[in-house]
């Protein structure tokens, strides 16, 4: 089903914050709409956002490839995105994400066998006093979790996958 | 003293409307939409000495009159991006008082006579724009937003717009592109965005905190704030404090306080006790200054004194470094950052931050030699007044002053 008929009403809502002339404004939001399922974005959905806002396949596809939020691999059900930054390496984010590969048993980059968490290592997320801290990127959005600890963050992928997070 | 930017620390749930309101909220705006022209709202702001926080210290009055009045519609952006490694401190405020951040989008807006205000934030602050969402509703639904505001002919609506994932797009012409649905990567300037800026139409970007100082000043006047730090810095300021302290977090503090008070009084000191080495005041693009004599950290921060020492106070994001930390470790991880967030735009700082990330690898694997330690400096040096944007030049900075003030930490991981 197309993003236009599955969510009218956000595709809508988005287009009214841009001037009707300037809606290739509207590509940024539409793209988090149509990787909002799948937690990527297919070459269809591309096409549709391109076509919404009226904008070229590969201006789009320019857009995707320059943000690091927009995916066009599927991976994981949930990216697990983990600051080991200047402020938070301060702070013992290396040595916390090196414990979690190896509870895991992941490298960073990869992702768990049961396709629920791909683990990243990200920049800044601006709450360097929290550390160390990480986002879940997945269909319920971007959420922050600071001031983790490895055991508590078994416990937040035990609560993901029980929670119907396994992936298909 | 009473917060004046973190007013959530004092008075609990100001951001619920009503405790907002009757904390004396929205009376700044409503005054200024009802009683004040624009320009008058301009040089209140003008004449407090209100300086830009999103790095740069632009003084925010002035910036406001050169909104060119010859070319419609106008738009206000607020700066919510904040990537700088080191700086949380925008993010405390939406989340804590959200509505005296938003009535400065609004008292901004009305000065410059822009009718449409977008809230530029990060993408990871997804959770943060519902939120904002939430609340700007609730100001329509009081009659803060929208047509005819407090009965007169000025309108305004006020939009968030999420980022994804880009340090880059903090720079305010590559944030405008990024609104326009378009990669965020810089403009070439002149022309400035109060004359060229959002659709090409003349635009004022302020970063949040700026903006979230405004409302205080309309209700208190320029005086009051002008009294408040130091003559070149009027105000105060929060200093995001990070790194090896004990207990890292925002401070709101005046102008001038010195680096000594903050990290040890509100601070709590160094972790372990350990002796401060290194300062960086804004975050990973700054300087790194040496602090070889206690002296150094009696500097009061504020804008001119910080640059006695060799460097700017940019956001105010002071991350501390503490004698066990080795600065070849310490610039791989900056020139990393740079090298992960150059927009690629122009060649000096697209190749430059690469080749520097090679050096600075094999410095800190141990593979490098004395002449790599050099032929970095000469790369970063190279690079300097070169580069489209700023973000070419910050990428030089830790690496410029870590060998020129910490060779050693280099020459002792290099092969003989
Ligand atoms: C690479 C780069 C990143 C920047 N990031 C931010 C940012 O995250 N937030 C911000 O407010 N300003 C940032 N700035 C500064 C903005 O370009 C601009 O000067 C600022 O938003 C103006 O607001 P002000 O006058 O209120 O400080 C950045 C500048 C550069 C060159
Ligand atoms: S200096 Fe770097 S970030 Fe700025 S325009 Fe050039 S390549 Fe892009
Ligand atoms: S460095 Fe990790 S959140 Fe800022």
Same mark, same amino acid.
């Given at each position: 089903?197309?993003?236009?008929? %599955?969510? /009218? %009403?956000?595709?809508?809502?988005?287009?009214?914050?841009? /001037? /009707?002339?300037?809606?290739?404004?509207?590509?940024? /939001?539409?793209?988090?709409?149509?990787?909002r399922e799948e937690g990527y974005l297919t070459k269809t959905a591309m096409q549709e956002v391109a076509k919404i806002v009226d904008i070229t396949e590969t201006d789009v596809a320019a857009i995707v490839g320059f943000y690091t939020l927009y995916h066009d691999k599927k991976e994981g059900k949930y990216r697990m995105q983990v600051c080991t930054d200047l402020p938070c390496a301060l702070r013992g984010a290396d040595q916390f994400m090196e414990n979690l590969c190896a509870n895991l048993g992941i490298k960073v980059g990869e992702t768990t066998e049961d396709g629920l968490i791909t683990l990243e290592a990200v920049m800044c997320l601006a709450a360097c006093d929290k550390a160390p801290v990480f986002q879940t990127q997945g269909p319920d959005g971007i959420k922050y979790h600071e001031?983790?600890?490895?055991?508590?963050?078994?416990?937040?992928?035990?609560?993901?996958k029980n929670a119907g997070g396994e992936a298909k | 003293m009473a917060h004046i930017l973190l007013r959530h620390r004092d008075i609990p749930d100001i951001h619920r409307l009503e405790v907002y309101k009757k904390n004396g909220g929205f009376a700044a705006f409503k005054n200024?939409?009802?009683?004040?022209?624009?320009?008058?709202?301009?040089?209140v702001v003008k004449n407090s000495g209100l300086r830009g926080r999103g790095g740069a210290g632009f003084p925010t009055g002035l910036k406001w009159s050169f909104i060119d009045n010859k070319n419609w519609p106008h738009y206000v952006v607020a700066n919510a991006d904040e990537s700088e490694p080191g700086t949380f401190k925008d993010r405390e405020i939406m989340e804590g008082n959200p509505f005296q951040f938003l009535e400065g989008v609004a008292i901004a807006s009305y000065a410059v006579s822009a009718n449409v205000a977008?809230?530029?934030?990060?993408?990871?602050?997804?959770? #943060?724009?519902?939120?904002? @969402?939430?609340?700007?509703?609730?100001?329509?639904?009081? $009659?803060?937003? $929208?047509?005819?505001?407090?009965?007169?002919d000025y309108s305004l609506k006020l939009y968030t717009h999420l980022g994804a994932g880009a340090y880059i797009c903090g720079e305010e012409t590559a944030l405008l592109e990024s609104i326009e649905g378009k990669r965020g990567q810089p403009r070439v300037r002149p022309p400035f965005p109060p004359s060229y800026g959002l659709y090409g139409k003349p635009t004022i970007v302020n970063n949040v905190e700026t903006l979230t100082n405004v409302p205080l000043i309309l209700a208190n006047g320029a005086e009051w704030y002008k009294n408040m730090g130091t003559p070149d810095s009027a105000g105060v300021k929060i200093f995001s404090l990070s790194g090896r302290v004990r207990k890292p977090g925002n401070y709101e503090l005046p102008f001038g306080t010195t680096f000594r008070e903050l990290i040890f009084t509100h601070g709590g000191g160094v972790q372990d006790s350990r002796k401060v080495k290194a300062i960086m005041p804004a975050g990973a693009s700054s300087s790194l200054? #040496?602090?070889?004599?206690?002296?150094?950290?009696?500097?009061?921060? @504020?804008?001119?004194?910080?640059?006695?020492? $060799?460097?700017?106070?940019?956001?105010?994001?002071?991350?501390?470094?503490?004698?066990?930390?080795?600065?070849?470790?310490?610039?791989?991880?900056?020139?990393h950052f740079f090298r992960h967030e150059s927009c690629g735009k122009c060649t000096p700082c697209r190749e430059g931050t690469y080749w520097m990330s090679h050096l600075t690898e094999r410095i800190h694997d141990g593979r490098a030699t004395k002449a790599d330690v050099d032929l970095l400096l000469i790369v970063a040096k190279q690079m300097q007044g070169k580069c489209l944007c700023a973000l070419g030049e910050f990428s030089t900075m830790a690496v410029v002053t870590g060998?020129?003030?910490?060779?050693?930490d280099f020459e002792k991981v290099v092969k003989a």
């Open positions: 089903m197309s993003l236009a008929t %599955k969510y /009218p %009403k956000e595709v809508k809502q988005i287009l009214s914050k841009y /001037p /009707p002339e300037h809606k290739r404004s509207a590509v940024m /939001p539409l793209l988090y709409l149509a990787q001031n983790m600890t490895v055991d508590r963050t078994m416990e937040l992928i035990a609560a993901l | 200024a939409v009802t009683n004040m022209k624009p320009a008058e709202v301009t040089d977008y809230v530029y934030l990060r993408g990871e602050f997804w959770q #943060l724009a519902e939120f904002l @969402d939430e609340k700007i509703a609730e100001m329509e639904e009081a $009659g803060y937003l $929208g047509k005819n505001l407090f009965g007169t200054i #040496l602090v070889d004599d206690e002296k150094v950290l009696d500097t009061p921060m @504020d804008y001119a004194s910080v640059r006695t020492l $060799g460097a700017d106070l940019g956001s105010a994001s002071v991350i501390v470094v503490d004698e066990t930390v080795s600065m070849d470790w310490l610039v791989n991880k900056t020139v060998i020129e003030r910490f060779r050693n």
